[in-house]
């Protein structure tokens, strides 16, 4: 597929940019750009919560549009709770997740290895902040991979919701629904409030990464400037070498990327006869220390507290020696970590001696 856009590309671009300017962000090209990122979010939720629950957990996107309260109440009647949703680093933004507390009890149930009856109550807050908190860490490095550049979740924080006093006008926000259903328990929706501010970024950053030409330009940035690029593109490029009136793009590509190089700059010829040596990986999530009684006292649904933070990487061990650290992530239903840094040739080597 071309980095260049065409000119009727620019042209639906441009008009769907300045529809969503008039009417509070609410067109077809806003949504184009926000539903894939909703989407990706579904398909990770699916993955983690279903891993945890050791159940089916589908999570199906069914909608991106301009809130509307009402629709979203008749599809989530119950009491609700909102959890806070939050990018801190590649996009930032927060992201509001509408469920009912009666899934939560279920989700919660379940990851204790329970049978999926509990009722809601406060004590499944922690958990269920626990539990997104490890669903946005895989939703990040997705959407990083997407994007093309590092991305990075908060915490999830968790608060009471309602539909009669919202927290955000309608107008202010974009709203996702999906469809939520847990194996033979649950039935339901969700809701996931997007508010302008972080759909604008979304839209700017899905409109940057599909054309760097257009980001070059700073399409999107102010109403001005799509005036000035509509102009430009419709007078003074007609008679440019781009051919019919096309625009000539290509002027504006970015130079290609350095080749990768390998992190190992040292003689070939003696590295190679290591190359097919076998070794032990270990990922190491953390320490405790626990008396024999604590240990004894252990029992299904125990939480054994580690000397690491949420959120803080994680060490990648080879051979008793931590040679990288990161992020801990779930892909096709397996956990794995993405490498964020690796420790210096020079640790290493020290490591050893």
């Known amino acids: ?98 469920i009912d507390k009666k899934v939560v009890g279920v989700l919660v149930d379940l990851m204790m290895m329970g049978d999926g009856t509990a009722p809601y109550s406060d004590d499944a807050k922690d958990a269920i902040s626990e539990l997104f908190n490890q669903v946005m860490g895989a939703f990040s490095t997705a959407l990083g991979a997407d994007l093309g550049e590092s991305v990075s979740a908060g915490n999830v924080a968790v608060s009471e919701f309602g539909f009669a006093a919202p927290p955000f006008d309608a107008a202010s926000v974009d709203m996702g629904m999906a469809k939520f259903n847990v194996s033979g328990l649950v039935n339901s929706y969700i809701a996931v409030l997007i508010p302008n501010a972080f759909g604008d970024e979304i839209v700017a950053t899905k409109v940057s990464k599909s054309s760097p030409a257009m980001a070059d330009l700073n399409v999107g940035i102010s109403q001005s400037e799509m005036d000035a690029l509509t102009n430009m593109s419709m007078s003074n490029f007609g008679d440019s070498g781009g051919g019919g ?109």
Do not use: H, W
Request: glycine residues 8%; negative net charge; proline residues 5%.
């Open 245 to 353: 009136g096309s625009f000539g793009m290509s002027q504006f590509a970015p130079p290609p990327p350095p080749p990768r190089q390998s992190a190992y700059d040292g003689p070939r010829e003696n590295i190679d006869l290591l190359l097919d040596v076998e070794l032990d990986i270990n990922i190491e999530l953390g320490k405790s220390e626990l008396s024999i009684k604590r240990i004894l006292e252990l029992a299904p649904g125990s939480i054994v507290e580690l000397d690491k933070m949420a959120g803080e990487p994680v060490d990648l061990i080879v051979n008793n020696k931590v040679v990288a650290k990161g992020e801990v992530v779930v892909v096709d239903e397996n956990f794995g970590i993405r490498v964020v840094s690796l420790v210096s040739a020079e640790d290493r080597v020290k490591s050893l001696k």
């Open 1 to 98: 597929m071309s980095d260049y856009l065409s000119q009727d590309e620019i042209d639906s671009l441009l008009n769907g940019l300045s529809e969503g300017a008039g009417e509070g962000g609410a067109s077809d090209e806003r949504y184009k750009a926000i539903a894939p990122i909703f989407e990706l979010f579904c398909k990770q939720a699916s993955s983690v919560l279903g891993t945890a629950a050791a159940r089916a957990v589908d999570v199906v996107y069914e909608s991106c549009a301009k809130a509307d309260y009402n629709a979203a109440k008749g599809k989530l009647p119950g009491n609700l709770i909102a959890l806070t949703l939050s990018l801190v680093s590649g996009l930032e933004g927060d992201m509001y997740l509408i």
